[in-house]
């Protein structure tokens, strides 16, 4: 088994991009090894044992040990999955492969964790959350017919190829009625390349001021996803008036955490 040992050559198969397309969320890289006996490959079923250490003599094991008994050897190939969850936090780690018990030496650099590899590649390119806060007030009264953009809450993204867009708004409105006899109604949308969002992106808020309470506050949440073509790409969020006789309506604002608005663009690639 000694002379075994010492004509083991083993190397590490580089994983391809399109295996990593499939599930690029496993930490999982396929190892190949070659093993040889007195020059000649070798064949039959040998124990096999798997660990990564900080250091590519000494140092730490980290992760657990991977064991598979009696692993079948073909004309000196092998091929196995391994997968260490947790173990590669962007540190240079080493990979110490022992054959029936006994360790091949040296240990090999393993470069990159198999789901930093898959971001190399340019897969995740373009992905991000990208958020902006209200930097003013809208009042919206009876003469905002159009929907108007609401300071603050707009931006321009570039959006790669293949990729989803979740958009999410929230943020606060307040009615500027006095008495039990004033209400408000404001009309919120998503908007996209100037466009409204007329399936799920629109919300409105009806506002009736009471005897005991006025200039009440009401909120609104909007979330929406998107596929788009790649490129720039404009998301902005915009109130309207909802309803003749309304009071003026104080929407979002630069200041007051009750009313400020935010609007949120995460780019994720498929």
Not at 9 to 14: D, I, K
Not at 119 to 125: A, D, E, I, V
Not at 146 to 154: D, E, F, Q, S
């Amino acid at each position: 088994m000694k002379r075994l040992l010492a004509y083991c050559v083993l190397l590490l198969a580089a994983a391809s991009d399109a295996a990593f397309a499939v599930t690029p969320q496993s930490a999982a890289f396929t190892y190949q090894g070659s093993l040889s006996a007195n020059g000649q490959p070798a064949n039959g079923n040998f124990d096999l044992t798997f660990a990564l250490f900080d250091d590519p003599a000494g140092g730490n094991q980290v992760g657990a040990t991977l064991s598979q008994p009696q692993y079948p050897v073909a004309q000196g190939v092998f091929t196995i999955d391994l997968n260490f969850p947790g173990a590669f936090t962007g540190n240079q780690l080493w990979l110490q492969v022992s054959v029936n018990g006994m360790p091949v030496l040296p240990r090999q650099a393993v470069n990159a964790a198999p789901v930093a590899q898959y971001s190399l590649n340019g897969s995740t390119r373009g992905q991000g959350i990208y958020e902006v806060y209200g930097t003013g007030q809208l009042v919206v009264n009876t003469g905002v017919v159009a929907y108007t953009v609401i300071p603050g809450l707009t931006q321009t993204i570039y959006v790669p190829e293949n990729s989803v867009v979740h958009v999410h708004s929230d943020g606060g409105v307040q009615s500027t009625g006095a008495t039990s006899a004033t209400y408000s109604v404001v009309d919120i949308g998503l908007f996209v390349d100037g466009a409204a969002t007329t399936t799920g992106g629109q919300r409105r808020l009806s506002i009736a001021n009471t005897t005991a309470l006025a200039q009440l506050i009401a909120n609104w949440s909007i979330d929406h996803t998107y596929s788009l073509p790649a490129g720039n790409h404009t998301f902005d969020v915009r109130a309207i008036s909802g309803a003749s006789g309304s009071s003026p309506a104080n929407v979002s604002s630069g200041s007051a955490p009750q009313l400020r608005g935010v609007l949120t663009v995460t780019v994720i690639n498929r």
